[in-house]
């Protein structure tokens, strides 16, 4: 079975007609998204009635949920008080644009989706905020993937794809119960997998260009795509919709609208 | 020193003024006025000078009856006369004086006829041809506390042309570790980032807004100044922000992590 998985959209209409496009011509049998349908973008309401209309099973982003919830990203979400601000003032924006049934339709998106093996999350299972880096402590990232039961994690949130595998999970365990002999517990997991698909509407790789995964579920092959768009559309669409021009200038550089936490380290604990 | 007690130095925007004066104030043992004219009350090169030549009195526009006044005493004057100004202006202040008038181009003999005025030429820095229409974007910026990494995408956007194309740029800015750091930019050299600017030799500033001078100044063409404005304002930090930052610098120094 053949699927594609998209994420970060990101209210970047001429961004996902063009993966749409893009997916047509690769024969996929089903369509997922993990979230993060609005926020920085000039187009949030025609970004949910397309995947609406199309009836793609989407999980909610963080910025799903923030217009759902109010704005509760964390600061560590942001890499500078610049960001913040922006973040800020897009969220003010997209809250104002989107429409009460809009709204009512995203309250109805689930964290996770599950298919056959595989898992789909916004940022972690454990949060929508939290950030799956590629360079993340390996034990805390078998975690992850174990907490969905799934074998393969598709993630996005962070705006730059990588697929991560983590072989040989052996966990040898010694305990001492305060009665009772010790004992020790070993633990082994399969091969597990992070998917992180990237960035339809934001992408954060130096080019504008859309990006999501085709994944066959027979090979277990991942493949990025990287599909050229008319981002001018959507910077043109910035402009005269009322957001900063910063968003559109950065756009059409591939540097996201504000930029995102780098440190691979750094898990959210709230 | 040059031969006269007043100097003037002028030339294009980066070619390298401040340079030369550098090189005359560390030959100079005495005590040196250093005058900017046309830089209005934004000393950026005057308080990053002051602040490396304890010798040296710095004085702004605004001043000029005290500038006379050290005039008088017979002490060297150092005048840097910005781009922008026609040297005959100066003639205003300091025409009844016997001045010494020092050019610098990218290229003394190409430019011999446009500095007829001048009693030395001197090879500077190879610059871009001049801006058209220039424009002077300058934001005083004192009790302005900056958060480092927000400055950092600040100027790269602005070096990379997100706000309006950019000729020159410099600026003094203050961090939450109290301390104040000096960067500049200039169009056709290379790309500066935060890691070129200069950390000033200024005692470090850790109760609430430092009140000494700190500000940007920026030189190009359609300068978008509304978004440069906000995009300056949303990089500096809020009163709460700022005194949990001095509080915990305060700590490590307390501490001995951190040299007071």
Known sequence: ?270 | MPPSQITLVTGPPGVGKTTWIRQQLNQARDPVVYFAAGAGSLPIDGMHLGVEFPHLKVLIEGQEQELLGQIKTGIPLLVEVAFHLDPVQMQQIFGEFDCYWVGITPDPELDAETYLWADELIPGQATLPPLKTPQLWRASLTGQVWDPASLEVFWDELLLGAYGEVYRAKGIFEMPEGQAIYGEFTAGSRRTSLEDFDVLNVPRHLKGRPQRFSGLEILGRNLDTGSLSQAVQDCCLSDAVLMDYQRQIQELIETGELAA
Request: charged share 20%.
């Open chain 1, 1 to 270: 079975m053949k699927l594609a998985v998209l994420s970060c959209i990101h209210a970047n209409l001429p961004a996902l007609e063009a993966v749409l496009l893009d997916i047509d011509q690769h024969q996929v049998d089903q369509i997922f998204c993990v979230g993060d349908l609005v926020g920085y973008g000039p187009h949030p309401n025609e970004v949910i009635e397309k995947i609406r209309v199309l009836g793609i099973p989407t999980c909610a982003g963080c910025w799903d949920e923030d217009v759902v919830d109010g704005h509760n990203a964390c600061e560590c979400s942001y890499p500078s008080v610049l960001a913040e601000k922006r973040g800020l003032l897009a969220h003010e924006w997209t809250n104002q644009q989107v429409s009460q049934d809009n709204k009512d339709w995203l309250a109805t998106l689930p964290h996770s989706l599950k298919f056959e093996n595989l898992a789909f999350v916004h940022g972690s299972p454990h949060s929508a905020h939290e950030y799956l880096l590629p360079g993340m402590n390996v034990f805390v990232a078998l975690e992850r993937v174990l907490a969905t039961g799934a074998d393969v994690l598709f993630c996005g949130h962070t705006h730059v794809p990588y697929v991560r595998t983590l072989h040989d999970a052996h966990l040898h365990l010694k305990v001492t119960p305060s009665a009772g002999d010790p004992y020790t517990h070993t633990f082994t997991a399969p091969v597990k997998r992070i998917v992180n698909v990237g960035s339809v509407g934001e992408p954060r790789h130096g080019r504008p260009n859309a990006t999501y995964v085709l994944y066959d579920s027979e090979s277990e092959e991942v493949t990025l795509r990287e599909v050229p768009y008319a981002f001018q559309r959507t910077c043109m669409d910035i402009l005269e919709r009322g957001l900063p021009p910063i968003f559109a200038w950065r756009l059409a550089r591939g540097l996201e609208y504000a930029e995102k936490a780098e440190d691979p380290a750094h898990v959210c604990t709230r």
